[in-house]
């Protein structure tokens, strides 16, 4: 992730401009700007007004946090705040979350955060919880590792190979919307646990 963000925004385009699978004409076009004029951007020839960023970052889809990447990178500042949820100027969007978590009572809910830890749950969770190895109850909680793990939920799932490879597809879309060595080192720690099949099933339909 260092790494990443030292690199010039122009190769950080690029970057991201190949994973979206599109050409420079094609970005150009979404864009409303020259092929030529991209061109110099991707290699360093001129550098983007912190607008032309922003209008790359929307085309492109990139997520707030790395576009805050993308700024700094091209000499701006960052204007996409990050908080916990448990920030007091979150009050209310952590209401909301526990307003539908408790709405799905009597039955389980969780939220998580995009590493897959767990941030808030309803109270139909703990009981669920029972006789789990305490080290996979540590915080910060990974609901992926709880699933798939052979002292978590693992051997109380019927279907685990199929929900494996669920949740597989999950992570590995993920990885292709915005890279995260979290992420991608994740896949290659569950895929190490037992339990079957990591590719999705034809019939598994999981939407973007």
Partial sequence: MHSRRMQPVGTQLREWRQRRRLSQLDL?????????????????????????????????????????????????????AERPLDDPSMQVARQAVQRVLKAHEPWPALAVDRHWNLVASNRMLPPLLVGIADELLAPPLNVLKLSLHPQGLAPRILNLPQWRAHLFHRL???????????????????RALPGGATEPPEQINVEA
């Fill in 172 to 190: 590995r879309q993920q990885v292709a919307a915005s890279p995260d060595p979290v992420l991608a080192a994740m896949i290659d720690e569950l």
């Fill in 28 to 80: 150009a076009g979404h864009a409303e700007v020259s092929t030529r004029h991209l061109s110099f951007l991707e290699t360093g020839r001129s550098l983007p007004s912190r607008e032309m960023v922003l209008r790359l970052a929307d085309r492109l889809e990139v997520p707030l946090r790395e576009r805050n990447q993308l700024l700094t990178a091209a000499g701006y500042a960052p204007m996409f």
